[in-house]
């Protein structure tokens, strides 16, 4: 399916320093030192521990899982998938309880170059959403499209349309949702594609990414690097006042322990974590990360928020003004227009910041204004009795994915790129 790797790791600190990825401030050398230090004087993991703790994508996808929009719980199993979300057009006479919709390959009008900066390999793997027999006019499609170039050095290219098509003033077949919204009522205005790299805490425990299974017990040195090279190509908006797009990175945690031992009795499990890689338009700059409850996944907690310049932490704030720090960016920040070639970007969540995290999703679902009141037996509730134990950790899903919100479908709002390597690494190694 994917490759997990133990020979090349290009995400530690002592790598990004040699690269030049990394340009501390005075004030920052003495730390980057110190865990420099810590890290190389610890003892190196065995290769079947190195294996563990890496997930990593770099062109190659050697089993395609569930393709389609408004998907199934079929893109819950192990796999590689790619998700539509978004609404037919109406006059396709689609009915709303569609699920698993169909997709066609033959998107002859789509230049996938240009629209994403992947060039074609070939039709089996570029897909776009199509009205199928279930609807009453059959053979609709796009403008929405992915594709995979799906050999070493490939990549994964999404290219997002919404508003009237790029030839004519006549809508495409797939749009953003109405005001009523999915089918859990909500994300209203709004359209998105997913790529995703899926686990499921069921497997072998060898083919596990524990992201914070690193070679310490220092919980401010343990920490995930979630690290990707990507490419926007296009990003364009005819009204910012109403429409907003967004290219992100996405990664899911989940506690093993608790999901496995009462989904009913924790209620949560998870926690998703996005970066923003680009985001503009309507209310797009956030000084700080957000919490808030998805809805559309079952009320998971999930945090999105932007990456700094290298070196910066990020801040989510609770309800009396208390800000806890986040994560930590080491490459590229948040862009806001398309840029030239492959960016890197590159986000670290130690474990006192995933902690963090955890307590604020608490207080978020529970409307307690300070998260510095929560109890571990509040944090147990949720998220079960090992919430603090690093192991019990796992990667659910890692991915990428381009959103739009766009509530005046009379303006075209788009967005195309691409990522070609999707890395999860727990450090220090």
Known sequence: ??????????????????????????????????????SLAAPMANAEEKLRNIFSYKGEVNQIGKVGWEP????????????????PDSAAGCPKTVRSGAVTSNIFWANLEEDTGLGL???DHQWSPMSDAKCKMQGWQGYAHAHLKNVPGGGIGLYTHTGPKPTDSSLAFFQPYTSAGDRNGVNAGVEGAFATFRNTPYMADSKLTRPFGGNSQDNDLTRVAIRTYQNLTKFVMEDPSSQQIRQQTVVTLLNK????????????????????????????????????????????????????????????????GNVFPVWTSWAAETQSQVWSGQKWFQG?????????????????????????????????????????????????????????????LERRAYVGGNLTELSVIALPY
Not at 1 to 30: C, E, F, H, N, T
Request: charged share 20%; aromatic share 10%.
């Open 348 to 408: 670290e969540v130690s474990f006192n910041q995933f902690l963090n995290m955890l307590k604020l999703a608490t207080a978020n679902t529970k409307k307690i204004a300070n998260a510095n009141s929560i109890t571990a037996g509040q944090l147990n509730e949720y998220f079960g009795p090992a919430y603090d134990d690093k192991e019990q950790w796992i990667l659910l899903d890692a991915g990428f994915a381009q959103e739009i919100y766009n509530v005046n």
């Open 1 to 38: 399916m994917y490759k997990r790797i133990a020979s090349q790791y290009l995400g530690s600190q002592d790598a990004k320093l040699k690269s030049g990825l990394l340009m501390p401030s005075k004030s920052k050398l003495v730390l980057i030192c110190a865990v420099l230090a810590h």
């Open 257 to 320: 322990r608790c999901i496995l031992e009462s989904r009913e009795k924790f209620k949560k499990c998870h926690m998703q974590i996005l970066f923003m890689n680009a985001i503009a338009g309507q209310s797009a700059k956030q000084t700080y990360a957000q919490i808030f409850s998805d809805k559309a996944q079952g009320d998971i907690p999930a945090i999105y928020g932007d990456l700094g310049a290298p070196g910066q932490t990020t801040y989510a704030k609770d309800g009396v």
């Open 121 to 123: 390999i070939d039709w």
């Open 72 to 87: 199934t719980e079929e893109i819950e199993q192990e796999g590689f998938h790619i998700s539509f979300f978004g609404a």
